[in-house]
C-alpha cells in the first residue's frame, strides 16, 4: 500500500500519514487522527490556573462527580472507587485501594487501571476551576509494580492554562502518602461546552443525568459551573 512521506513529531518519532485520513478538521467526533502531538509543556503565554472561589475547601472530599462513572462512581462493583479530596490551589490528593478485579498480571494492578486512577485524579482538578474539559493527552510512566490490595496515594496539580488547554501533572505513592512513587503522568486536558457531552452521549445516560433533583449533581456530572 502506497504510504505518504514520513514525517517529525514533537517526540522525535516518525508519524506516517494514512491514506484516507481527514485534514483540517477538528471536533468532537472527527478529531483528524492525523493531527500533530502537541507538546504537554505550556506555551509561554499561559496563565496560572485560578481557582473558584466556590471550590471545596482544602482537605473536603470531592465526592463523585457521577454514580456510573468508572473512576470515582459508587454505583459501579468493580469500578476503582478513587475518593479525591481538594487540596491548596488547584491541587487534589486522592486514594485507590486495588481489587482483584483490577489485575493484569497475576496479584499485580494492571497498567490501564492505573493509568484511569491518574486520569480519574487529574480530570477532578476542573472541578476546582469550575471547568468543563476532557482528556486530550495522557502521558504515563510505570515506575514501579503496585500490587493488588495497595493503596495507591494520588496527587495532581494544575499548571497551566491557555485558552482551552489545561496543563497538569499527577503521581501516584504507594506504601504511604510519602511512599516510592509508583505511577506518574502529565496530562493535557482540552475545556468543551455541555453540548460535548449531549450531542455525544447515548441519550439515556444523558437525560438520566440531567434529569436529577440535585442540581449540584447534575453540575457535577459534567463538571459545570451551577
Ligand atoms: C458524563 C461525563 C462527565 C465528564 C466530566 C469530566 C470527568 C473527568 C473524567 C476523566 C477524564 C476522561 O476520561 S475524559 C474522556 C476521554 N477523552 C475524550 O473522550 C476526548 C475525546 N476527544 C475529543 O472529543 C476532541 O478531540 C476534543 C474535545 C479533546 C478536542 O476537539 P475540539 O473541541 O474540536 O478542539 P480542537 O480544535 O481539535 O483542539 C483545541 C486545542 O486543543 C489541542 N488538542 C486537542 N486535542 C488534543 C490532543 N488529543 N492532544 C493534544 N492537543 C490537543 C489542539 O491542538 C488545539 O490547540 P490550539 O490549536 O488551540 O493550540
Same mark, same amino acid.
Given at each position: 500500500?502506497?504510504?505518504?512521506?514520513?514525517?517529525?513529531?514533537?517526540?522525535?518519532?516518525?508519524?506516517?500519514?494514512?491514506?484516507?485520513?481527514?485534514?483540517?478538521?477538528?471536533?468532537?467526533?472527527?478529531?483528524?487522527?492525523?493531527?500533530?502531538?502537541?507538546?504537554?509543556?505550556?506555551?509561554?503565554?499561559?496563565?496560572?490556573?485560578?481557582?473558584?472561589?466556590?471550590?471545596?475547601?482544602?482537605?473536603?472530599?470531592?465526592?463523585?462527580?457521577?454514580?456510573?462513572?468508572?473512576?470515582?462512581?459508587?454505583?459501579?462493583?468493580?469500578? @476503582?472507587?478513587?475518593?479525591?479530596?481538594?487540596?491548596?490551589?488547584?491541587?487534589?490528593?486522592?486514594?485507590?485501594?486495588?481489587?482483584?478485579?483490577?489485575?493484569?498480571?497475576?496479584?499485580?494492578?494492571?497498567?490501564?487501571? @492505573?493509568?484511569?486512577? @491518574?486520569?480519574?485524579?487529574?480530570?477532578?482538578?476542573?472541578?476546582?476551576? &469550575?471547568?468543563?474539559?476532557?482528556?486530550?493527552?495522557?502521558?504515563?510512566?510505570?515506575?514501579?509494580?503496585?500490587?493488588?490490595?495497595?493503596?495507591?496515594?494520588?496527587?495532581?496539580?494544575?499548571?497551566?492554562?491557555?485558552?482551552?488547554?489545561?496543563?497538569?501533572?499527577?503521581?501516584?505513592?504507594?506504601?504511604?502518602?510519602?511512599?516510592?512513587?509508583?505511577? &506518574?503522568?502529565?496530562?493535557?486536558?482540552?475545556?468543551?461546552? @455541555?453540548?460535548?457531552?449531549?450531542?455525544?452521549?447515548?441519550?439515556?445516560?444523558?437525560?438520566?443525568?440531567?434529569?436529577?433533583?440535585?442540581?449540584?449533581?447534575?453540575?457535577?456530572?459534567?463538571?459545570?459551573?451551577?
Amino acid at each position: 500500500m502506497a504510504r505518504g512521506p514520513a514525517q517529525a513529531t514533537d517526540t522525535g518519532r516518525e508519524r506516517i500519514p494514512r491514506k484516507g485520513r481527514v485534514s483540517g478538521v477538528s471536533g468532537a467526533t472527527n478529531r483528524p487522527e492525523s493531527a500533530g502531538r502537541p507538546s504537554l509543556t505550556p506555551p509561554p503565554d499561559a496563565t496560572a490556573p485560578a481557582r473558584h472561589p466556590d471550590a471545596p475547601a482544602p482537605g473536603e472530599l470531592l465526592g463523585a462527580h457521577y454514580d456510573q462513572c468508572f473512576g470515582c462512581g459508587e454505583g459501579l462493583p468493580h469500578g @476503582l472507587h478513587l475518593a479525591a479530596r481538594a487540596d491548596e490551589g488547584v491541587s487534589v490528593t486522592a486514594e485507590f485501594t486495588v481489587q482483584p478485579a483490577h489485575q493484569g498480571a497475576p496479584g499485580l494492578a494492571h497498567g490501564g487501571v @492505573l493509568a484511569t486512577a @491518574l486520569d480519574e485524579t487529574l480530570g477532578s482538578l476542573n472541578w476546582l476551576r &469550575r471547568a468543563i474539559a476532557v482528556t486530550g493527552r495522557l502521558e504515563s510512566d510505570f515506575l514501579r509494580p503496585v500490587p493488588v490490595g495497595s493503596v495507591l496515594y494520588l496527587s495532581a496539580r494544575c499548571t497551566a492554562v491557555a485558552g482551552r488547554k489545561i496543563y497538569s501533572s499527577a503521581e501516584g505513592r504507594i506504601g504511604g502518602p510519602d511512599g516510592p512513587v509508583a505511577v &506518574r503522568a502529565e496530562a493535557l486536558f482540552i475545556e468543551v461546552k @455541555l453540548d460535548h457531552f449531549t450531542q455525544n452521549g447515548r441519550p439515556e445516560e444523558i437525560r438520566a443525568a440531567m434529569s436529577d433533583p440535585d442540581q449540584v449533581k447534575v453540575a457535577r456530572a459534567f463538571e459545570v459551573n451551577p
